[in-house]
Each structure stands twice: as C-alpha cells, then as structure tokens.
C-alpha cells in the first residue's frame, strides 16, 4: 500500500501563491499515476490535475494557466504549485493515486486545508 502525505496548505490572501507538496512512500509504479483533488465546502470532489499515463500535465480548465502540477522522482514527490488564487480555490486538496493506465483513482491522502480570503 502507497501511502500520501500532502501538506503545505494554508491561509492565503486572493492573489497570492501556495505550494501543495505529496510525498508517496512504498511500492508506488510511477508518479505518473498521481494527481490532485480538491473538495469545497458543499460540493464534490474534483480532480484538478494530474499525470497522464505518458507524464504529461493535465489540468481543469478552471485552473489551467494558474496552477502547476511538477515531481522530483528522487524524492518521490509530487507538488502543486498554485499561483494567482481566487476564493473559489478554497477546498481541502488531496493527493491521489490512479490505477496505471486507467482513469480509476484507488487511494487518496488525508488533505490539506487551503483557504483564499477576498
């Protein structure tokens, strides 16, 4: 079992930049199957960006342009940098694990809280 560790949440002013970290320990296939979820107050989760199977970035419209999925293989680290944020970023966001090669995602971190004040 891969276990995701996220952190780097926070409280931030509308405008401002996080960086979202996901550390994944044990027998993971290939950060290619990572990604990142985000879960708002009332809403579903949804997925925000992630790895193609081929390792390319791939993004939700709604934060294409703005936010920056990146990984250090030697850390087995992913990270979400997250620029010009807008108060509907506000969820908690979650670093997940696909299955290789399909779009069925089979274990998730625990979140991390990220808040963008007006």
């Known amino acids: 079992q891969v276990q995701l560790v996220e952190s780097g949440g926070g409280l931030v002013q509308a405008g401002g930049s996080l960086r979202l970290s996901c550390a994944a320990s044990?027998?993971?296939?290939?950060?290619?199957?990572l990604g990142w979820f985000r879960q708002a107050p009332g809403k579903l989760r949804e997925l925000v960006a992630r790895?193609?199977?081929?390792?390319?970035?791939d993004y939700v419209d709604s934060v294409t342009g703005r936010f920056t999925i990146s990984r250090d293989n030697t850390k087995n680290t992913m990270y979400l940098t997250m620029n010009n944020l807008k108060p509907e970023d506000t969820g908690v966001y979650y670093c997940a694990e696909r299955r290789p090669y399909s779009t069925t995602w089979i274990n998730w971190g625990q979140g991390t809280q990220v808040t963008v004040s007006s």
């Open positions: 044990g027998s993971i296939f290939s950060l290619n199957v």
């Open positions: 790895f193609t199977s081929e390792g390319r970035p």
